[in-house]
């Protein structure tokens, strides 16, 4: 067990939707990283927050948004869903950004899109 | 464009023997490694991270470092079938991201 929890583990949503997936960071970690993970691919960096604010972002469009509670919980947001938006989709949590922090993973949330 | 470079697999290997995981990386300015573990369908899990050329130790693990090479491997001795799973090698990339390989599929005879 990590301490890193999502919800829901499970989701099937109707191409064009919009979906938020949440995720509650380890106790002490300030920072948040999503990653979607497609069938046989390692993960995709999505985007990272520090301290309630975006700290660095992948090579995904802006309908995939985000945000960071005070709590250090974050969640997922993402609009106009498409059919290759069907993932896994991870959050994991460090105690800061940069250089020699572990990131430890939460199980992940099965994103269907029909 | 960063990328990291893993076996995909599937690499076979006799209960008991050691397993060789191979990864090699593009940004030479990477400082951080890590190896996870994924079994399927669940979450990755971080099994090992290294910082400094060499080799880190940790019970059957062993992660060894080549920055010269831009090279990252991982050795299990005396392999279980409970090591049977997908490993992931992973890089981190400035200060704010992780880029990750595709895996190495390794599956432990019995």
């Known amino acids: 067990e990590t301490g890193v929890t999502q919800s829901p583990t499970h989701l099937i949503k109707t191409r064009g939707q919009q979906v938020t997936l949440r995720c509650s960071s380890q106790?002490?970690?300030?920072?948040v990283s999503w990653y979607q993970q497609a069938l046989g691919q390692g993960p995709q960096f999505i985007f990272q927050?520090?301290?309630?604010?975006?700290?660095g972002r992948g090579n995904f469009p802006p309908r995939f948004s985000g945000l960071q509670f005070p709590n250090y919980s974050s969640e997922l947001n993402v609009n106009a869903l498409e059919l290759d938006d069907s993932a896994l989709y991870l959050c994991?949590?460090?105690?800061?950004?940069?250089?020699?922090?572990?990131?430890?993973f939460g199980q992940g949330t099965r994103l269907t899109v029909v | 464009q960063k990328e990291v470079e893993q076996n995909s697999g599937p690499l076979s290997v006799p209960e008991g023997a050691i397993a060789s995981l191979n990864c090699t990386y593009s940004?030479?300015?990477?400082?951080?490694f890590f190896w996870y573990r994924q079994y399927s369908g669940k979450s990755p899990e971080l099994i090992m991270f290294?910082?400094?050329?060499g080799d880190k130790e940790d019970g059957r693990f062993t992660a060894q470092l080549n920055k010269a090479s831009q090279y990252v491997s991982l050795l299990i001795r005396d392999s279980q079938p409970s090591d049977s799973a997908t490993y992931l090698c992973a890089v981190m990339v400035g200060d704010d991201k992780i880029i990750f390989g595709k895996g190495t599929r390794l599956h432990i005879l019995p």
């Open positions: 290294i910082y400094s050329n």
């Open positions: 106790s002490g970690h300030n920072t």
């Open positions: 940004d030479r300015g990477s400082q951080s």
């Open positions: 994991a949590s460090s105690l800061q950004p940069g250089l020699n922090t572990e990131a430890f």
């Open positions: 927050y520090y301290r309630e604010e975006e700290n």
